[in-house]
DNA sequence: TCGATTCACTGATACGTTTCAGTGAAACGC
DNA sequence: GCGTTTCACTGAAACGTATCAGTGAATCGA
């Protein structure tokens, strides 16, 4: 069946001829350069009445800017990331930018392929909640796009800047908390990671374990909600499980909360859970999830400001740190004083 | 700070030169057609070594294909169709697509903005929930764009395909089943909508309450859990309050239970909830979300494979009907035989 | 009054591919 | 052995814009 031909779109010589200018009057007239106000009025008629959009396609090819933004997720199937995309994706096009939001699932492996394919693809700039901030193409990647990095820094690259979490202290609240409230052994839930030993979360739970005198015992869970209550299930089925798990997102707690539920176990009373990120679902929960919250606005903000000022040529090269903050509900007891 | 020059990337030319062919030869070599299995081979290696990658921009001019599907969600505030929206972009990229994700934000005129700019931005394809099915811009939009609507159909519009939800069913599953339950004056939250009287969901929930003589009372509820939490606030703090609140999405059902919460209401005992779409934390509040679920891996699934097909000329046109599945679970009182 | 500057605009080229209309040679049918 | 196909490839023309290097006229300063 022949669908009706995709009806000629009006182009700028169309628009010069009806106004007896050069394409190239039209082409500055419609971006306000160059032109006296009379024309830029008359080209701007001309334009409305032939139903005149500039072909964003050629226009990428001559100028080189696409005006898309790369989007790449550390894993979609966490509910804090896809709020975090969606907010993102939201802000950039308020700056008249499109995202391209692409989800590296939690494998460096992919995460190189996207971004690598992100870069090809042509995007003014590249935002990136990073799996591996310790891999080498990076800093090759960053030289040549604008890259704003969320979450940790980019070891080595230069970036256009950075909206970092203070883990340090985010792990710090997390485990103070936990052992003031008489926790002594804790299991630790982290996503499936590269095997970078240093990656910086990580780094500071032992740190701060160690300064704490923490007894704790880190467990690596899967994507998914299915994932993640399976490696939970795991965890919660010992009887000699720690008193507490603290979860490195909160859709990893989710894991817990439905595993202890299968298990007939309850919370905070057979096992406190601590979250990580606050999602808007965590306070729904019975109990409620005791989370470390994130400003999600703040750092949607921060991050499309920076990149959407590189990709326009202003480098600012900021690195804004994020500061966590505690959310107390119900889902850590008190054990009294260890 | 100038950025190290953004390293010229190899052309076809080049790579014609390298080879001793013509730019047309290798253009054809690449995509396999018409050339020898030998030149073929050639052109692969000389490519490889050069690092060259078509330039998908030049491409999309000269060929007039992006390889970008559009995917315009009615709302992404709600985390259904986040999920809906994340799946969608995966199963694209499976396909070798990129996913441009935008939201309406349940607002019709912003769908139409966006589904304009959709069109100029040159997708090969549009994905769609609409939000109101009956604009009429749709018509001419399918008209020159393959459109793949889900949920609801577009009226009159000749789509590339639609994966429609037989909301006629989900909606007696839903009311059949409260009424079972002795429910007989039940409220109904429903997103805010634009002002179609005769949008086909709601259309049915009036139907059957009137077939299943059960007393029904709209409201409308803004997106967000904040203010649905409000709007539910204020439907439960009355104290002739329905026996069961009906909403059409689980992100409504979730305010409810906020708003529960906040006034010391518990779930089934004070409040019934149905909710409508079945997300994954349906099943882990307290008492979990007596739901009808869709299965969103298949719409997931059928959308991407009607888009791509039209997208690549081999037009199907199909509707599929997705049926529901009641899912019981805890937050329905049974208030015996009514 | 004259050279310099600014202004408003033009012509041509570049961007990097795809694709149409050939073209010469080889293969084929009879 | 001759006309016809097929094969493998070429040359050139799009695709629709941005932008560079002018160009003639008007304006300016002294």
């Known amino acids: 069946m022949p669908r009706s031909q995709p009806r000629k779109r009006a182009t700028i010589r169309e628009v010069a001829q009806a106004t007896g200018l050069s394409p190239a009057a039209v082409s500055y007239a419609l971006r306000g350069m160059q032109v006296s106000e009379e024309t830029i009025e008359r080209v701007r008629q001309a334009a409305a009445e032939l139903g005149y959009e500039a072909d964003p396609i050629a226009r990428a090819l001559a100028s080189g800017r696409t005006g898309m933004i790369g989007v790449l997720c550390g894993s979609l199937e966490d509910l804090w990331q896809q709020s975090l995309a969606v907010g993102l994706g939201r802000a950039l096009r308020d700056k008249d930018r499109y995202a391209l939001i692409l989800d590296a699932a939690g494998d460096p492996a992919r995460e190189r392929a996207l971004a690598l394919q992100l870069r090809d693809q042509r995007v003014d700039g590249l ?21 704003v990095a969320i979450g940790d820094a980019l070891l080595d690259a230069r970036t256009a800047g950075e909206v970092v979490f203070d883990n340090r202290n985010g792990v710090t609240l997390a485990l103070e908390y936990l052992r003031n409230k008489g926790h002594g052994r804790i299991a630790v839930l982290t996503p499936t990671r590269p095997s ?55 859709s990893i707690a989710y894991g817990v909360y439905a595993a202890a539920a299968e298990l007939g176990l309850s919370i905070p009373e057979d096992i ?67």
Chains 1, 2 share one sequence.
């Open 272 to 338: 406190s859970v601590m979250g990580y990120d606050d999602h808007p679902m965590s306070g729904l929960l019975t109990p409620g999830l005791t989370t470390v919250n994130w400003d999600i606005g703040g750092i949607v903000r921060a991050a499309v400001r920076l990149v959407v000022a590189a990709a326009d040529g202003r480098n600012r090269r900021r690195r804004i740190i994020q500061e966590p903050e505690l959310r107390e509900r119900g889902s850590v007891a008190d054990l009294g004083l260890g």
């Open 196 to 250: 970078t030993p240093d990656r910086p979360a990580d780094v500071h739970v032992t740190a701060e374990a160690e300064r704490l005198k923490l007894d704790i015992e880190v467990t690596t869970a899967p994507h998914g909600l299915a994932a993640t209550t399976a490696a939970a299930r795991e965890l919660l089925a010992d009887d000699a499980r720690p008193s507490a798990a603290f979860c490195f997102s909160d």
């Open 127 to 147: 935002i990136v909640q990073p799996v591996d901030p310790a891999a080498p193409f990076w800093a090759q990647l960053a030289d040549g796009l604008p890259v």
